[in-house]
């Protein structure tokens, strides 16, 4: 895609890459700005109905406006791919500044309000995001947070279900309760749940539920009790555990009705007051461009000559003459009955314990069979010709159909029919995009309802 022009974009560099889309850092000449360009799948671009819903997703995420969402600018959902636009940021994520260790509580705290007040402003809209998590925070060189990738968003409104019944999608790391169980009918608590986890993580280091699987931190969002956020950092009050009690309940109805409630606590637990600055995150920010800055430098031998091809073009009214490589073919696999049976299987410890309700349980067992069959995907794909690249980028398989029946007396059945597609890269590295993490934290997965 590097060297071609999208509609009005001339596409630069590859600046991000995820299991529904890539971003790319391109530039826009009759504005002469730099925009940040979402370039969905083929494999998703490819369905009809997918087309419709993520045209309609366009069209409402251009309506949100608000000082710490990132703005869209545009988007074409007719487009041979389609793609959004979006502010260009080059000032890193949240995920960056924590990866180099905690941050103060005065400026958690001035951070968390700006993506509470942003949460809350979708929430009043009836726009639910679903996926949030450090990767999703971006940051301005000043150090002001912007929440962004309302990829997988959901509009609570009747009749504008914006993913189809039967998708679901998440990190685990970051998923509440009854998402992780693909029950219908999510709400704004579900995110209010993320936020909490992600703030848990901010406070501590670490996220409050680990596992070896996917499928393992899903049960322990679901099953485990809330653990107690000072057993992991006993310098912090236990005011700030019973905020924590509250915001990570598991069931809905008990949390906060607000992210901005929830910061609002949490602030009078830590003794902040509301005046705090953003200079760390500041200085952070700037430190993150400057890693950008030094690693487009390495590579401006090859950005120039890109750009320069499209001065060329524009002047000779041409396409830029620009070498890409072609991806290579889809290729999907297929879970079969046993998979299921054993998912099926797996339940019945985890229901003697918690008593969850078997129509619960039932979308459970739909999102374990997915996760089974993004599992075995990876392991199957011998036809690629090398191994999947163990990233942080998000996993996703592309459900058509799930059946679920629930029959009454502690009796339930689900099955789920469906191919996953895994889609290559067009890199000389032949990498899947659908691609297992390493720690399975930051890996945004789709289950079913």
């Known amino acids: 895609m590097i060297g071609k022009r999208i509609g009005p974009y001339e596409i630069l560099e590859e600046i991000g890459k995820g299991g529904m889309a890539t971003v790319f850092r391109a530039y826009q000449p009759n504005l002469d700005r730099f925009v940040a360009v979402k370039i969905i799948h083929r494999a998703i671009a490819l369905d009809n109905a997918s087309l419709e819903r993520f045209q309609r997703e366009a069209r409402l995420l251009t309506r949100l406006v608000h000082p710490h969402l990132l703005p869209i600018y545009d988007y074409d959902a007719t487009s041979d791919p389609p793609y959004i636009v979006m502010r260009y940021l080059d000032s890193g994520t949240l995920k960056d500044i924590l990866d180099k260790g905690k941050i103060p509580h005065e400026e958690l705290i001035q951070m968390l309000r700006q993506v509470a ?3 809350d402003y979708a929430h009043r809209n009836n726009v639910i995001h679903r996926d949030i998590k ?3 925070v971006m940051l301005d060189e000043d150090g002001n947070a912007f929440l962004t990738d309302f990829g997988i968003a959901r509009t609570i409104e009747a009749g504008q279900d914006m993913t189809q019944s039967g998708y679901a999608l998440g990190t685990p790391g970051y998923m509440s309760p009854e998402q992780g169980m693909g029950v219908d009918g999510l709400n704004s608590r579900a995110d209010i749940y993320s936020l909490g986890v992600l703030t848990f993580q901010m406070l501590t280091g670490k996220l409050p ?3 070896e699987t996917p499928l393992s931190i899903i049960f322990k969002h679901i099953s485990d009790p809330i653990p107690n956020i000072n057993q992991f950092d006993p310098s912090l009050v236990p005011e700030v555990n019973t905020v924590f009690a509250r915001v990570m309940a598991k069931q809905p109805e008990d949390r906060y009705a607000t992210a901005t409630e929830f910061v609002d606590d949490l602030a009078k637990a830590l003794h902040v007051s509301s ?3 953003t200079s760390m995150l500041k200085l952070s920010a700037l430190a993150n461009r400057d890693v950008t800055a030094a690693k487009r430098e390495s590579q401006r031998e ?4 890109t750009m320069q091809a499209f001065e060329v073009s524009r002047a000779s009214g041409t396409p830029p003459k620009m070498t890409v490589t072609q991806p290579l073919p889809d290729v999907a696999t297929k879970l079969t009955p046993t998979d299921q049976r054993l998912a099926l299987a797996a339940l019945q410890p985890i229901s ?8 619960l349980i039932a979308g459970l067992v739909t999102a374990i069979a ?3 069959l993004v599992l075995i995907a990876l392991q199957n794909n011998n036809n690629i010709g090398a191994a999947p690249t163990l990233t942080s980028t998000a996993l996703v398989v592309v459900v058509p159909s799930v059946t679920r029946t629930t029959v009454p007396t502690h009796i339930a ?3 789920a029919r469906a191919a996953a597609v895994i889609k290559p890269s067009a890199t000389a590295t032949i990498t899947p995009s659908v691609t297992a993490t390493a720690t399975a934290t930051d890996t945004a997965t789709l289950t079913t309802t």
């Open 370 to 372: 997915i996760i089974a």
């Open 209 to 211: 539920y680990t596992g």
């Open 117 to 119: 007040s942003a949460l």
């Open 134 to 136: 450090p990767s999703n």
């Open 302 to 305: 090859q950005i120039d000559a």
């Open 275 to 277: 005046t705090a600055t």
């Open 413 to 415: 059945s689900a099955t």
């Open 352 to 359: 003697k314990r918690t008593g969850l309700r078997w129509p």
